[in-house]
C-alpha cells in the first residue's frame, strides 16, 4: 500500500525521546468501539498515536504485596520510578501536541498517569493496552497485560489522538509467550483473579478481585514479577 505524504510528521516520531512508538490508523477502526470514542474525544480523529517507556526489571522486582507494617515499603518505590516514566511520557506526548498544532493539526494527550477513567467499571473509554495493540506494539497476555516483544508487561503507555493523518504501524508478528510459559501469573496470582482464557479471548482476568486485592493490599505486580516476556533484560 502506498505510504501517505505526512508532511514530515512521521519523521517527528522517529526523534521522540520514548523506548517504543507505534500508530493506529483510525480508519481502519470505523466499525469498532475505538473510532466512535476516538471521535468523542477529538471530533475528526484521524490517528492515535501511543508511546512507551519500560519499568526497569530491578523496579518491579522489589515491589510486594505482603509488606507488614513498619516494614520498609519497596512498592512506594515502584510509585516513585513510574511517576518519573509517566513526566516523561507526559513531556513527549506533549511536544508531540506542539509539534502538530505548529502544523495546523489538532492534539489531544491522553496522559500516561491520568487518562479519563470509570472507577465503576475499572475502564477508561480507551484502554491504553488496547490502543497499544492497535498501534503494532503487542499482543495481550492471559494476564490481561500488554505484552511488548521488548520489555513484555513492563511498560508504561500514554498516547496522543490527533486529526493528522499518520502513517499506520506495520501489523506486529509475535509469538504469543503465554503458550510456552502455561500461565505462571494465573499461579501466583494472590487473588486468584485470572483464569486461562477461552474460546478465542485474549485473556480472563476478574478486574474487580484485582482490584480489591490491589487496594486492600497497598499493591501489587506479581503477575508482572512472574512474567517471562520480553526480551530485554534489566
Ligand atoms: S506470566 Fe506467562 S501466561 Fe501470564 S502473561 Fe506472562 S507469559 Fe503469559
Ligand atoms: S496485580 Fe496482583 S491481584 Fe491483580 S491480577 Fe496481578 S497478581 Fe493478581
Not at 491520568?114 to 499482543?139: N, Q, T, V
Not at 495481550?140 to 513492563?154: A, H, I, N, Q, V
Not at 506495520?170 to 501469573?185: K, Q, R, S, T, V
Not at 483464569?195 to 478481585?209: F, L, T
Request: aromatic share 8%; net charge neutral.
Amino acid at each position: 500500500m502506498a505510504r501517505k505524504d505526512t508532511g514530515g510528521l512521521d519523521d517527528f516520531l522517529k526523534g521522540m525521546g520514548v523506548d517504543v512508538v507505534g500508530v493506529a490508523d483510525l480508519g481502519e477502526y470505523k466499525d469498532d468501539r475505538l473510532w466512535d470514542e476516538a471521535q468523542k474525544l477529538l471530533p475528526g480523529a484521524k490517528s492515535i498515536v501511543v508511546m512507551a517507556m519500560e519499568v526497569f526489571r530491578e523496579t518491579v522486582s522489589r515491589v510486594t504485596s505482603r509488606a507488614l507494617i513498619g516494614d520498609m515499603a519497596l512498592r512506594d518505590l515502584y510509585k516513585a520510578n513510574t511517576d518519573v516514566i509517566d513526566g516523561l511520557l507526559d513531556w513527549e506526548g506533549f511536544k508531540l501536541v506542539k509539534g502538530l498544532h505548529a502544523k495546523g493539526y489538532k492534539g489531544l494527550l491522553l496522559s500516561a498517569g491520568g487518562a479519563p477513567y470509570d472507577a465503576r467499571f475499572l475502564e477508561g473509554p480507551l484502554s491504553y493496552k488496547h490502543l497499544a495493540k492497535a498501534a503494532g506494539m503487542g499482543i495481550l497476555g492471559w494476564s490481561s497485560l500488554l505484552l511488548t516483544p521488548e520489555y513484555g508487561g513492563r511498560v508504561r503507555l500514554a498516547a496522543v489522538i490527533t486529526d493528522a493523518a499518520f502513517n499506520a504501524s506495520p501489523p506486529l508478528y509475535m509469538e504469543n509467550p503465554c503458550i510456552e510459559c502455561g500461565g505462571a501469573c494465573i499461579r501466583i496470582c494472590p487473588a486468584k483473579a485470572i483464569s486461562k482464557p477461552e474460546d478465542g479471548d485474549d485473556y480472563r482476568i476478574d478486574k474487580y478481585a484485582c482490584s480489591s486485592y490491589y487496594t486492600a493490599s497497598g499493591g501489587c505486580a506479581e503477575c508482572l514479577k512472574v512474567c517471562p516476556a520480553g526480551r530485554v533484560s534489566g
